[in-house]
């Protein structure tokens, strides 16, 4: 796929997204999230068609753990409420406190991914940096896991409940023609 | 048939035995068979004539003429009719040669009046037969048995075999139940001054040892027919070759490759590969029928019942004095201490409807029995220990609320794609 296309795509799915976006007010944390990633996919998009500076390749992971980490740090002392929770889903129900060590237990783990990643960057061969990189990218896969197993099924067997009730009253219609 | 109408061709010479001989006008009916055509006789509304086809070769007519004159002068003895039924035409039978310009072109014989009667192949289907007039049951069906295998027998005591017999050339009167075997001319003869072939076989209804060859015994082959049209009557049509196999590529399509391989699952002793089909009532049978059909289908040809083991075998449950059939307790007649066949059959039907129904409703149902799952276990609302027991498991013991208000699927398609969206980037940069 170009990138043209690829970003083609995206943004008819963001524009979906907005087109079915919830009728309720999304949470502060939600929104600095939000905004977040916006910035990090255009610096993505960015950097997709202009030249990366020299060494910005070592930095790229700490980047982003430090900024998930700023965000988990900064907002719940402000009011903005535990992004962890709209990272993991808000279907559990944990009381505030158990929200609160989980964001606090996701900030320490990006800190720290962020840090160690400068460290070997440094310190380590290209290749055992590299390694230690996609070893970082399992954190992410566990969440992806997570949240396939409790949001996108759930939402997976909605959308084929719906699409098989309408494929039996298109069957029961045309049945009735004969 | 106004005489302006006539054609030359119509107006043929009867001759009847002794002789006696007259002219008479033909008037075309529409019916026409393999061999020849019907025709009514112009003053004679209790006769029609079967005139063979222009194209039959000379040859052919000089056989017909020697075989419907051998036929005239040897009428066989049927099975006694009460005085108030004489008018029943329990066969066919020639009664006098047709000649036209002296030549011979067909015979005259007594009329089956359509009206009073159904063709035999109607009471393989009770549906079918109660719209034609006929209230099916089993003491009808078994008397309409009976006097199938009298009338059979009748021939084959006078070494007269039919053949090529099945239900389409038997007629059955609705009220009076006799029967009535057409196409006559056709039959196999076999005595001492006389004989006749009768080539014509039909593959359903063909004995096993016939299959590929010529009926070289027209009485077996007769009584092979007549027990598969006897089993099809009494089990609601179904025919003794129909079954279901268990390795479907070695199960031959047509029957009469099953015939020929003896492929028979009603027996007493289970087919080993050959299962019966759902819907047979056969095991509602007595033990002497269910006897008399394993040694029609399942033995060699010399041990198959005779014609006349049929007629004593059937000649209890025919009559309404034996005793031998009584109603059950819906009214339905049966076989005396055996179960009730028609009750069986209902309930078959029934059950496989039932299931049918069932089956319907539960798949029109899974799509909001899934849903419903799927949102008690969101907000753990399960009534059932069990299924909030799997839930639990399915969710690592974690506790699950219902989103703090309700979202539809396409606001959760969205957040997803943001989600997703995000996590695109979140790679992006950490890879």
């Given at each position: 796929m170009s990138p043209l296309a690829a970003i083609i795509l995206w943004a008819v799915l963001l524009f979906v997204a907005w087109r079915w976006r919830p009728p309720q007010a999304a949470s502060p944390s939600a929104w600095v999230l939000l905004i977040a990633f916006g910035a990090l996919g255009a610096g993505a998009l960015w950097f997709d068609f202009h030249p990366e500076p020299a060494g910005f390749a070592f930095w790229k992971p700490t980047v982003v753990y430090w900024t998930l980490a700023a965000i988990m740090l900064i907002l719940p002392p402000l009011g903005g409420g535990y992004p962890a929770k709209i990272i993991l889903g808000n279907y559990f129900a944990l009381s505030n406190r158990e929200w609160r060590w989980i964001n606090r237990g996701f900030a320490f783990?990006?800190?720290?991914?962020?840090?160690?990643?400068?460290?070997?960057?440094?310190?380590?061969?290209?290749?055992?940096w590299e390694g230690f990189k996609f070893s970082c990218m399992v954190f992410l896969l566990t969440i992806v896991?997570?949240?396939?197993?409790f949001v996108w099924l759930p939402i997976l067997a909605e959308v084929s409940i719906h699409l098989y009730r309408r494929a039996t009253a298109a069957y029961r219609f045309l049945s009735s023609l004969f | 048939m106004p005489s302006a109408e006539r054609k030359p061709d119509h107006i043929v010479q009867l001759v009847w035995p002794g002789q006696r001989s007259e002219l008479v006008t033909l008037g075309a009916t529409g019916k026409s068979g393999g061999a020849g055509e019907i025709f009514s006789i112009e003053g004679k509304p209790e006769f029609v004539a079967k005139i063979y086809h222009a194209s039959t070769s000379q040859a052919h007519?000089?056989?017909?003429?020697?075989?419907?004159?051998?036929?005239?002068?040897?009428?066989?003895?049927?099975?006694e009719v009460p005085a108030e039924y004489?008018?029943?035409?329990?066969?066919?039978?020639?009664?006098?040669?047709?000649?036209?310009?002296?030549?011979?072109?067909?015979?005259?014989?007594?009329?089956?009046?359509?009206?009073?009667?159904?063709?035999?192949?109607?009471?393989?289907?009770?549906r079918q037969s109660a719209q034609e007039g006929f209230d099916a049951d089993y003491g009808k069906l078994l008397t309409v048995c009976f006097n199938l295998a009298s009338l059979i027998n009748c021939l084959h005591e006078k070494r007269i075999a039919i053949v090529d017999l099945k239900?389409?050339?038997?007629?059955?009167?609705?009220?009076?139940?006799?029967?009535?075997?057409?196409?006559?001319?056709?039959?196999?003869?076999?005595?001492?001054?006389?004989?006749?072939?009768?080539?014509?076989?039909?593959?359903?209804?063909?004995?096993?040892?016939?299959?590929?060859?010529?009926?070289?015994?027209?009485?077996?082959?007769?009584?092979?027919a007549l027990a598969a049209i006897i089993f099809r009557l009494l089990n609601y049509?179904?025919?003794?070759?129909?079954?279901?196999?268990?390795?479907?590529?070695?199960?031959?399509?047509?029957?009469?490759?099953?015939?020929?391989?003896?492929?028979?699952?009603?027996?007493?002793?289970?087919?080993?590969?050959?299962?019966?089909?759902?819907a047979s009532v056969h095991e509602a049978f007595p033990d002497s029928l269910r006897q008399l059909f394993d040694r029609a289908f399942a033995s060699p040809g010399y041990s198959r019942p005779s014609a006349r083991e049929w007629v004593e075998a059937l000649s209890?449950?025919?009559?309404?004095?034996?005793?031998?059939?009584?109603?059950?307790?819906?009214?339905?007649?049966?076989?005396?201490?055996?179960?009730?066949?028609?009750?069986?059959?209902?309930?078959?039907?029934?059950g496989a409807e039932v299931r049918r129904r069932s089956f319907v409703v539960?798949?029109?149902?899974?799509?909001?029995?899934?849903?419903?799952?799927?949102?008690?276990?969101?907000?753990?609302?399960?009534?059932?220990?069990?299924?909030?027991?799997?839930?639990?498991?399915?969710?690592?013991?974690?506790?699950?609320?219902?989103?703090?208000?309700?979202?539809?699927?396409?606001?959760?398609?969205?957040?997803?794609?943001?989600?997703?969206?995000?996590?695109?980037?979140?790679?992006?940069?950490?890879?």
């Open positions: 783990l990006c800190v720290l991914l962020g840090g160690v990643n400068l460290v070997t960057a440094a310190q380590a061969s290209y290749k055992d896991l997570f949240r396939l197993n | 007519l000089a056989r017909y003429r020697h075989k419907i004159q051998w036929m005239l002068d040897h009428k066989p003895a049927l099975p004489q008018d029943i035409v329990q066969l066919a039978w020639p009664d006098a040669l047709i000649l036209r310009r002296s030549r011979f072109v067909g015979f005259a014989m007594r009329k089956i009046t359509f009206d009073r009667t159904l063709e035999l192949d109607y009471l393989l289907n009770r239900p389409m050339n038997v007629k059955v009167h609705k009220a009076e139940l006799y029967v009535s075997i057409l196409d006559c001319d056709g039959f196999h003869i076999d005595t001492e001054e006389f004989r006749h072939d009768a080539p014509q076989v039909t593959p359903e209804y063909l004995a096993p040892e016939f299959h590929d060859k010529a009926v070289t015994h027209p009485e077996a082959q007769d009584s092979f049509g179904i025919h003794p070759f129909t079954g279901v196999a268990s390795d479907h590529d070695k199960y031959p399509r047509e029957l009469a490759g099953r015939i020929k391989q003896g492929l028979y699952p009603y027996g007493k002793v289970a087919h080993k590969t050959v299962r019966k089909v759902p209890i449950y025919a009559s309404k004095h034996s005793g031998q059939i009584s109603p059950c307790e819906k009214g339905h007649l049966k076989f005396s201490g055996r179960p009730c066949p028609t009750c069986l059959r209902e309930a078959l039907i029934e539960r798949m029109q149902a899974a799509p909001a029995r899934t849903l419903k799952y799927m949102r008690r276990t969101l907000r753990q609302t399960h009534s059932s220990p069990f299924q909030a027991a799997l839930a639990q498991a399915q969710l690592f013991t974690f506790r699950q609320l219902a989103p703090p208000a309700p979202i539809s699927t396409r606001n959760a398609i969205a957040l997803e794609i943001l989600w997703i969206s995000g996590l695109l980037i979140a790679f992006w940069w950490a890879g």
